[in-house]
């Protein structure tokens, strides 16, 4: 799992891939835990707790597990949201907190 | 997924058992302004897209499944959708920017 932060959406038909269908796609900025960006591409990562643009999030990119939680075995899915990240604590120094004014 | 935006289109006359209907596309990763990473991939492609159209693909062992008609190929880069609207860091990205010289998409939609 890698940590992401939500930095848009993506609309986009679901005609080629039926398990995509009724799902919000996100475009997600892979990060460090302390925030800095990791890479120059940005991933469209398939919602499935209700996040939005703004969230840190926690994110999944394996197609095994992918495709479980969206019960569909022959789906090419990989990246998915599948929590919120509500605080980052490294060596007892806390890196991120989500309820911190910023 | 990633976001890309197709540059053109590749014949390949001789390939691997299996691959013989797939469509080959070559692709450009984006950055999130929307500009192009430097990457070039060839990608499968179960759809109709032509040169400048914004879309999302898939990577790795994923992109097999891809294809509606094939079970598995041996392919690693699929693309797995149009990109109707993609809003990132609070701007709209263009949708359909031809490359400078690249023939139009084929109307066939």
């Known amino acids: ?12 038909p679901s005609v080629q891939v039926p398990a995509l269908d009724g799902r919000k796609l996100l475009v997600v900025r892979p990060v460090q835990p302390e925030g800095a960006p990791v890479g120059p591409k940005p ?16 994110v999944i990119d394996e197609g095994n597990a992918g495709r ?8 090419p899915v990989k990246t998915l949201i599948i929590g919120f990240v509500d605080e980052v604590e490294i060596d007892g120094r806390r890196v991120y907190d989500h309820g911190a004014p910023s | ?35 192009p990473t430097g990457e070039q991939l060839v990608a499968a492609c179960a759809l109709s897209v032509g040169p400048g159209d914004l879309v999302h693909y898939i990577d790795g062992r994923e992109a097999a499944l891809a294809l509606p008609d094939e079970t598995f190929v041996p392919v ?23 490359p400078e010289g690249a023939p139009q998409a084929e109307g066939q939609r």
């Open chain 1, 1 to 12: 799992m890698i940590l992401a932060d939500v930095i848009g959406t993506v609309v986009s």
């Open chain 1, 43 to 58: 991933r469209i990562a398939i919602d499935t707790i209700g996040a939005g643009v703004g969230d840190r999030v926690l």
């Open chain 1, 68 to 75: 479980q939680i969206l019960s569909a075995p022959n789906a």
């Open chain 2, 1 to 35: 997924m990633y976001l890309g935006r197709v540059t053109g289109r590749l014949v390949a006359t001789v390939r691997y058992e299996g691959m013989d209907n797939v469509k080959l596309q070559l692709l450009e990763p984006l950055d999130e302004a929307g500009k």
């Open chain 2, 76 to 98: 690693d880069v699929a693309i797995t959708g149009f990109v109707e609207q993609a809003h990132v860091n609070g701007a709209d990205l263009p949708l359909d920017l031809a």
